[in-house]
């Protein structure tokens, strides 16, 4: 087999394999809406951060643990309506620095995945990792607190 062929089989395998491991947010619309304010962090994750939990059957407002992450605190509040979750709002999130711009551009992108998931297994966003991963425990806790 000629070496181009080689190549270009190689090229073409991965290619597809990049394809079909990218994974865009349920919500990409709120992402395209924030021109460049999302920043994408080289090898950033975007695997699921949380056990999967069915929210209670019920109503209310619940809100969930502070959780620390390297770049500040986080704490979210879930509004349940007949066991749905029917809204997320970031209590606290960082607010310094870049940090503060990343988390308060996210932070929309975050709420749609929740809402979309129905529970706290959400994707991580690529360059906010960490107030991804810690907006998925305190959105557990809140979701925990709603079925005691």
Known sequence: MPKRAVAAFVTTCLALALLFSFKTPASSASAL???????????GSTTPTAPSTAPAKG??????AVVQDPFGQ???????TGGKITGVTALQLPSQGR?????????????????????ASIDSISGATYTSEAYA???????DQARA
């Not at 809406?33 to 090898?43: D, E, F, M, R, Y």
């Not at 940090?99 to 529970?119: D, H, N």
């Not at 425990?137 to 979701?143: C, H, K, P």
């Open 59 to 64: 109503s209310g407002t619940f809100t969930g």
């Open 137 to 143: 425990q305190s959105l557990q806790s809140a979701l």
């Open 74 to 80: 986080v704490q979210v509040q879930v509004t349940l």
């Open 99 to 119: 940090s503060g711009f990343i988390s308060q551009s996210v932070a929309p992108i975050l709420q749609g995945e929740a809402i979309s998931a129905q529970s």
């Open 33 to 43: 809406s924030l021109p460049g304010k999302v920043a994408i962090a080289p090898g």
